[in-house]
């Protein structure tokens, strides 16, 4: 019995004295883990006489109520002043003034493509979308690129490791297989723009691997160059705010169309600066031309009934162009600096006289 008094000051002084939790479970241990203590003294009540092993035994379960009723006593004081000190460290002063909310600002290559969304759409075009990994028949044989095209080449176009029969997949070098796709699935009439990521391997202060572009499809039965020339005109003069701004339309050559046509605007370049409007120079900013009829016949479209013309341009090209980004590359650095500079706080109303305007 002697014994159990002097464990009992012990440990209940040990208890009381602890500074931590982790101080308290070895505390716990050493009185009634298998080796601790209490439980050695439990042990020994085999080698007393009966009468002295029942008040013994009865002494020391009330020993073990009473240590671990203080360990827990303990443990639960110890908690509550830990959550006070933290409390304490991290008041917050609820006098002090509101911290400014910083104001999020609109990329100017979504401000781009929602003008032009919106200049398009007052034209009657919808959107179509299509998948970045796409096969070679909708990314370049449908659209009537030969095989020895250097876009084909590998220095110039992401190739996919090749499949189970062979074939690779690329990442889409334009978003022309868009308007495959929807000629395909979609009889005629129809009149899309694609807007979207496309992959090349370039880059320079004009050119990224990853870049974006915006094409558009009309197909019908009466489409002719006139209406490609004043769908383009317009478009121009509505996105860069310029009302008698000078387009022209100089023969190129693409493989999707026949005939097919650059387009260029009016601009003066003085003193290393270069101003859109009228003036003594040109700047080419698209492509166009009217649907070879092959590409039509590759989509199931009797060419001989229906006809259209197609455009495309580069996103980030007319929006440097626009609002004087030098470089293209910072389109993609997440420069929260250049961002602040270049982004946009709203978008205003869209209309074709003006297009929209931040």
Not at 336 to 358: E, K, M, N, Q
Request: glycine share 8%; charged share 25%.
């Amino acid at each position: 019995m002697d014994d159990c008094f002097s464990v009992r000051d012990e440990l209940m002084a040990a208890v009381e004295t602890a500074t931590s939790v982790d101080e308290l479970e070895r505390i716990r241990i050493g009185a009634l883990g298998k080796k601790g203590r209490i439980t050695a003294l439990m042990k020994d009540l085999g080698r007393m006489e009966p009468e002295a092993r029942r008040e013994t035994g009865a002494a020391l379960n009330a020993l073990k109520d009473e240590i671990a009723t203080a360990l827990d006593a303990r443990k639960a004081a110890l908690a509550d002043a830990e959550l006070d000190a933290r409390l304490a460290a991290e008041r917050i002063d609820v006098t002090l003034p509101p911290r400014p909310e910083s104001v999020g600002s609109i990329h100017p290559i979504s401000q781009t493509i929602d003008e032009i969304v919106a200049i398009f759409g007052e034209m009657g075009f919808m959107v179509a979308e299509g998948p970045d990994i796409e096969d070679d028949w909708h990314n370049f044989t449908a659209l009537n690129i030969p095989r020895e095209h250097p876009s084909r080449q590998e220095m110039d176009t992401f190739y996919l490791p090749g499949e189970s029969d062979g074939l690779r997949k690329v990442l889409r070098t334009h978003t022309s297989p868009v308007q495959i796709r929807t000629m395909v699935r979609t009889p005629p009439p129809l009149r899309i723009i694609a807007p979207g990521r496309t992959y090349r391997c370039d880059s320079d202060a004009t050119h990224s691997p990853m870049f974006h572009q915006v094409e558009g499809l009309v197909v019908d039965e009466s489409t002719h160059m006139g209406h490609l020339k004043g769908c383009l005109i317009e478009f121009c003069r509505a996105f860069f705010a310029i009302d008698d701004l000078p387009v022209r339309f100089r023969p190129s050559y693409f493989p999707f169309t026949e005939p097919s046509a650059e387009v260029d605007i009016g601009c003066t370049r003085k003193d290393g600066q270069l101003r859109i409007g009228h003036g003594d120079d040109w700047l080419e900013i698209l492509g166009s031309g009217m649907v070879n009829p092959k590409v039509l016949a590759n989509c199931g479209i009797d060419p001989k009934r229906y006809q259209g013309f197609a455009f495309g341009m580069g996103i980030e090209r007319i929006a440097m162009l626009k609002y004087g980004i030098p470089d293209l590359r910072t389109f993609f650095e997440s420069d929260l600096r250049w961002l602040r500079h270049y982004g946009f706080r709203a978008l205003a109303v869209p209309s074709l006289v003006g297009g929209l305007t931040p």
